[in-house]
């Protein structure tokens, strides 16, 4: 899956123009018709977009909302989300681009999910507003668009101000055309579901045959998160929502409950357990081991016997 770091890097990926600026863009979904790829495979990116698709066909998939609104629909990417589109080239609309330098450039951000919360990566629900409410949003991505491409040294201190105007028109039609309840439970299942994954992935990898990547870490929540294409802090605190323990806590239980079934039920040594669940050294099992058990290997054994 391919992930880009930078705006530009985005821009080549997708055909279109680079930004002027590195950390901050606005295009309107005409000039990209005809030059833009029309079916995106999935991808990962380290920005936030927030855009509004007054017209046109075909959807965008963010994260697990594959329900794409037909209608005047607002929606959002966040940074490490997975994200895909196969669209119809005749979009209109507009939207921006926000890389954390810009984000961090203003105070007016420095609560940026607390205040904006359907930014967050789980929580980013495409969403379809009214006709009527459309001017408003689309005379907000005008005036930044203007602001973007003129010549005042100071543009960008109004285009923050603009920005976060933005956020507090779309807040407001989100907390009017969302139904929360049905948002909350699209989340919920999403989460168990990501949960089940996570748990089945645990156990499949430390099985004696298992395919594994080269240089795989079976101990570190990274390593699975990547295997799930989320970001390594998404996979914790939704397994911790869940389970009230930590990603880390649930490798930790799982890898302990192989190593008291091979200590209690094989003849194998120490050593050979140690390599067989994926330590670098004997020694490294063994402190874990009496880290979670207040015993060590040995004596675990000897008292199971």
Request: overall charge neutral.
């Amino acid at each position: 899956m391919k992930h880009f770091k930078t705006i530009s890097e985005y821009c080549q990926a997708i055909g279109i123009d680079a930004p002027q600026h590195p950390h901050f863009d606005i295009r309107n979904f005409e000039d990209n018709m005809g030059k833009v790829v029309e079916s995106m495979p999935a991808f990962r990116h380290e920005f936030y977009s927030i855009a509004i698709k007054a017209d046109g066909g075909g959807k965008a998939i963010t994260g697990h909302h594959s329900d794409f609104p037909e209608g005047v629909t607002i929606f959002f990417n966040s940074p490490f989300q997975i994200l895909s589109w196969d669209i119809v080239p005749n979009w209109t609309g507009y939207y921006i681009v926000l890389s954390q330098d810009f984000l961090a450039s203003s105070h007016y951000y420095d609560r940026l999910l607390d205040d904006f919360p359907f930014l967050k990566i789980d929580e980013s629900i495409p969403f379809e507003i009214d006709q009527q409410d459309l001017p408003e949003i689309i005379g907000i991505y005008q005036r930044i668009h203007q602001e973007y491409h003129s010549d005042h040294e100071d543009k960008f201190q109004f285009i923050q101000v603009y920005v976060l105007q933005l956020l507090h028109q779309i807040k407001r039609l989100f907390q009017k055309n969302v139904n929360h309840e049905v948002a909350n439970e699209q989340i919920r299942s999403a989460d168990l579901k990501l949960l089940s994954r996570f748990q089945k992935l645990i156990k499949t990898s430390f099985y004696p045959d298992a395919q594994l990547e080269t240089f795989a870490n079976l101990h570190s929540p990274s390593y699975y998160a990547g295997l799930l294409n989320i970001h390594p802090n998404h996979l914790n605190a939704v397994v911790k929502s869940i389970t009230g323990k930590t990603a880390l806590n649930h490798i930790h239980n799982h890898i302990l409950k192989l190593a008291k079934a091979e200590l209690l039920q094989t003849n194998k040594n120490v050593k050979e357990i140690a390599y067989s669940l994926h330590f670098e050294a004997p020694n490294n099992f063994s402190a874990f081991f009496k880290k979670n058990t207040k015993t060590t290997p040995g004596a675990y054994r000897k008292k199971g016997e």
